[in-house]
C-alpha cells in the first residue's frame, strides 16, 4: 500500500507523514527532495513554480512509486499533489494508493509557515498554492484543526478498514 499525503505547503505532510511511516515502519518520502535545484531557488526567491516547473519534478516522483510499486514495497509520500493533472500522474487512481488531504484554512496555514524555520517555502507563497489548489475528490479529507495525533490515529483506522475490504 502507498498513502500518499497531500495539501498546501504547512498543512503538515511531513510531520503526519513522518509518523505514519513510523507507525507503519514504512519507508517516508518528501516530495520536496526531489525538486531540482532550479524549483528550490525559484521557491526561495519567493517565486511560484509553474506546471513546467512541476511536471518534471513529478514524473520524477511517479518513476519512485512505480519503481517501489513493483517492488511492492509499502511506503509513505507526502507531496502536495495540488491539482487533479498531478494526482493523474502521481498515478493516485490505482486501488492500492490511499490519498489523502490535508486541508485547512488559509489563515491557520500561514500562521504556521510564519511560525517555521529552516524551511526553503516562504509563506508569501502560500496565496498561490491555494490557487492552483484543486481539491480531490477522491481522498480521505483530514481537517488539520485537529491534533497530529488524532489525524494519524483517524488514517490508520481508515487505512485498516479500507485494507479489508478489498
Request: net charge neutral.
Amino acid at each position: 500500500m502507498i498513502i500518499i499525503l497531500m495539501g498546501v505547503s504547512g498543512s503538515g505532510k511531513s510531520t503526519i507523514g513522518q509518523r505514519l511511516a513510523n507507525d507503519f515502519n514504512w519507508p517516508f518520502f518528501d516530495a520536496d527532495d526531489f525538486h531540482s535545484l532550479a524549483n528550490l531557488e525559484k521557491m526561495k526567491r519567493g517565486i511560484p513554480l509553474t506546471d513546467a516547473d512541476r511536471i518534471p519534478w513529478l514524473w520524477s516522483l511517479r518513476q519512485t512509486i512505480d519503481r517501489w510499486d513493483a517492488a511492492e514495497k509499502s511506503f509513505v509520500l507526502a507531496c502536495s499533489a495540488l491539482k487533479e493533472q498531478y494526482r493523474s500522474i502521481l498515478g493516485c487512481d490505482r486501488t492500492h494508493i490511499r490519498l489523502i488531504y490535508l486541508q485547512g484554512k488559509f489563515e491557520s496555514i500561514a500562521s504556521r509557515l510564519q511560525a517555521r524555520s529552516q524551511h526553503f517555502m516562504p509563506a508569501t507563497l502560500l496565496q498561490s498554492q491555494f490557487e492552483a489548489l484543486e481539491e480531490p475528490q477522491n481522498a480521505l479529507w483530514m481537517d488539520i484543526a485537529r491534533s497530529p495525533e488524532a489525524i494519524v490515529q483517524q488514517i490508520k483506522s481508515a487505512v485498516f478498514i479500507c485494507a479489508t475490504q478489498q
